[in-house]
């Protein structure tokens, strides 16, 4: 019986499957580079395919309106390079006869190039063309957010980026999470290899699972895939982790149950299988949350009754019962768009989210609010300003204790191919460093009495000479400050052998503020 219930399942399935992968046999065509076979994947939402296929007939026929349109549309759909769009949509501009919605398009692929004025330009014709309420809506929309962007990029903020590829590969990387002291890292990726990534989704990428790379010796470790212990054969997301990093929200899309915040809790150097929420938390569709330091408080972003967008930030205090209270918006941030990706610092008042609105330059951008302790207010939202947000969707951010490091994913240039996760330094004037003192002596005895000594400092990577320090004369004693990195140190000093070393100046997890260095000399 159960046989032939597994024949009768397994028929099904294939039947499914079969329209969804067929692709063009017939005599004199290549299988899969028809154009019946790019509309299938265009209709299901797997550009990256569908651009391929398209790519391919349009080197057979490059003044096809529908080619070039579809080309474009794949561009701007996926996180490849959206800039790439704006040449196949001009083509079609130039035509005599085509859609008014090109021009909606091409606005978008400008914007998404920081091409505002020429966006601009191109949303007032469109608007001028559809005549529509609608259509006027949504370019303004898209002209009061070029406008942002041309003011933001004016006062660029002064950070740097690093990519960190250690942990990022070809597929989209994303929802990077840090503890307070950036011990270890959570993010989730739709790699191949993942728990539930037997084969690809009809979207054309891996299911998602979530990772964790620890830090050893000042640098991440190779990520793992957290196993079927947090992940399973559908999708799941991390979507928040406590400062402490006890305790991380999962987002998990199982189809039956869709649009929950589930909890995991870490023990014994793993995350447990995650619970789900209580349902007064629960009550709509919610995508992201974070706890408060001392987890008595939960922020988390919901579509429930209430909202005045499609998703608001609210949030809910536990009570002395260990129950959670009812939930409240925190009106002074939601706006008629939609908010995201709540993550309250270490502080327990600056409160980060995401926005489509406020002052957004594009998509989502990232914001911030203080609270006000005294009045138990909620200041007005703050852009976290440009580089960090662009034209693109800016999602979810993490910080460090000390707000010197955050931790985005983002696509920009030099990147791996999709989302990849980056490592912002915010205080670039004030770089973190490592204070080493020393002493330099003789083998013999540390003895320094009439030494001479030279110390050079080189970067290991660049071969760049970072500094020469010269050891008191009498004591030896020398004080040195060195940013996180690999050097090479020699030490001269008359009547002594040369001395070289490499030193390792550690960083996240196992950074250090001062470290202590004896170099005893071999005489000649």
């Known amino acids: 019986m159960k046989k032939a219930v597994a024949l009768i399942q397994l028929f099904i399935l294939l039947l499914v499957l079969v329209p969804t992968v067929s692709f063009s046999q017939s005599k004199g065509k290549r299988p899969g580079l028809e154009p019946e076979d790019a509309e299938e994947h265009f209709r299901h939402n797997n550009f990256i395919m569908a651009l391929k296929v398209y790519?391919?007939?349009?080197?057979?026929?490059?003044?096809?309106?529908?080619?070039?349109?579809?080309?474009?549309?794949?561009?701007?759909?996926?996180?490849?390079?959206?800039?790439?769009?704006?040449?196949y949509l001009e083509f079609i501009t130039k035509q005599a006869k085509y859609d008014t919605e090109i021009l909606y398009d091409l606005g978008r692929a400008y914007h998404y190039a920081n091409r505002f004025d020429e966006a601009i330009k191109i949303f007032t014709q469109y608007k001028t063309k559809d005549g529509g309420s609608k259509a006027a809506e949504k370019a303004d929309r898209?002209?009061?957010?070029?406008?942002?962007?041309?003011?933001?990029?004016?006062?660029?903020?002064?950070?740097?980026?690093?990519?960190?590829?250690?942990?990022?590969?070809?597929?989209?990387?994303y929802y990077p999470f840090t503890t307070s002291n950036e011990s270890f890292l959570v993010f989730t990726s739709r790699r191949k290899g993942n728990v539930g990534a037997s084969a690809l989704e009809?979207?054309?990428?891996?299911?998602?699972?979530?990772?964790?790379?620890?830090?050893?010796?000042?640098?991440?470790?190779?990520?793992?895939?957290?196993?079927?212990?947090?992940?399973?054969?559908?999708?799941?997301?991390?979507?928040?982790?406590?400062?402490?990093?006890?305790?991380?929200?999962?987002?998990?899309?199982?189809?039956?149950?869709?649009?929950n915040l589930y909890l995991s809790k870490f023990d014994k150097e793993k995350f447990l299988r995650p619970a789900k929420l209580p349902d007064v938390i629960n009550e709509g569709f919610e995508t992201a949350g974070s706890f408060s330091p001392d987890g008595n408080i939960f922020f988390f972003a919901s579509d429930r009754a209430g909202t005045i967008g499609e998703t608001d930030i609210f949030?809910?205090?536990?009570?002395?019962?260990?129950?959670?209270?009812?939930?409240?918006?925190?009106?002074?941030?939601?706006?008629?768009?939609?908010?995201?990706?709540?993550?309250?610092?270490?502080?327990?008042?600056?409160?980060?989210?995401?926005s489509e609105g406020h002052s957004s330059m594009g998509g989502f951008?990232?914001?911030?609010?203080?609270?006000?302790?005294?009045?138990?207010?909620?200041?007005?939202?703050?852009?976290?300003?440009?580089?960090?947000?662009?034209?693109?969707?800016?999602?979810?951010?993490?910080?460090?204790?000390?707000?010197?490091?955050?931790?985005?994913?983002?696509?920009?240039?030099?990147?791996?191919?999709?989302?990849?996760?980056?490592?912002?330094?915010?205080?670039?004037?004030?770089?973190?460093?490592?204070?080493?003192?020393?002493?330099?002596?003789?083998?013999?005895?540390?003895?320094?009495?009439?030494?001479?000594?030279?110390?050079?400092?080189?970067?290991?990577?660049?071969?760049?000479?970072?500094?020469?320090?010269?050891?008191?004369?009498?004591?030896?004693?020398?004080?040195?400050?060195?940013?996180?990195?690999?050097?090479?140190?020699?030490v001269e000093s008359p009547g002594f052998k040369p001395y070289e070393s490499t030193l390792q100046i550690l960083d996240l997890g196992s950074f250090q503020p001062e470290m202590t260095l004896n170099i005893a000399l071999s005489p000649k």
């Open 55 to 87: 790519k391919e007939l349009y080197k057979k026929d490059k003044t096809n309106v529908d080619y070039n349109h579809k080309i474009a549309l794949c561009y701007l759909n996926t996180n490849i390079n959206k800039k790439e769009a704006i040449p």
């Open 142 to 173: 898209e002209i009061q957010m070029c406008n942002n962007g041309k003011e933001l990029v004016k006062f660029p903020v002064k950070v740097t980026f690093e990519n960190l590829k250690d942990l990022n590969s070809e597929y989209p990387d």
């Open 202 to 259: 009809v979207d054309g990428y891996y299911s998602s699972d979530i990772y964790m790379s620890s830090v050893k010796g000042g640098a991440f470790s190779k990520p793992k895939n957290m196993g079927t212990g947090v992940n399973g054969q559908f999708d799941e997301q991390c979507v928040g982790l406590a400062p402490d990093g006890t305790s991380m929200i999962v987002y998990i899309d199982n189809i039956t149950d869709v649009g």
């Open 315 to 354: 949030m809910v205090r536990k009570l002395p019962t260990g129950n959670w209270a009812v939930p409240q918006p925190i009106t002074a941030i939601n706006t008629p768009y939609r908010e995201d990706f709540p993550f309250m610092a270490s502080d327990g008042k600056t409160l980060y989210f995401s």
């Open 365 to 490: 951008d990232l914001f911030k609010t203080v609270l006000n302790e005294e009045t138990n207010t909620w200041s007005a939202p703050k852009n976290l300003g440009y580089p960090i947000n662009d034209s693109q969707d800016n999602r979810s951010i993490s910080f460090t204790k000390d707000n010197k490091f955050g931790y985005i994913s983002a696509c920009r240039e030099g990147g791996m191919g999709d989302l990849d996760i980056y490592r912002i330094n915010f205080d670039e004037m004030n770089p973190r460093y490592t204070v080493v003192v020393g002493k330099v002596g003789s083998s013999d005895s540390l003895s320094t009495k009439s030494m001479n000594s030279v110390i050079t400092i080189t970067d290991s990577h660049t071969s760049k000479r970072t500094g020469s320090y010269t050891p008191m004369p009498g004591s030896g004693n020398y004080v040195m400050a060195l940013a996180p990195g690999k050097y090479i140190m020699n």
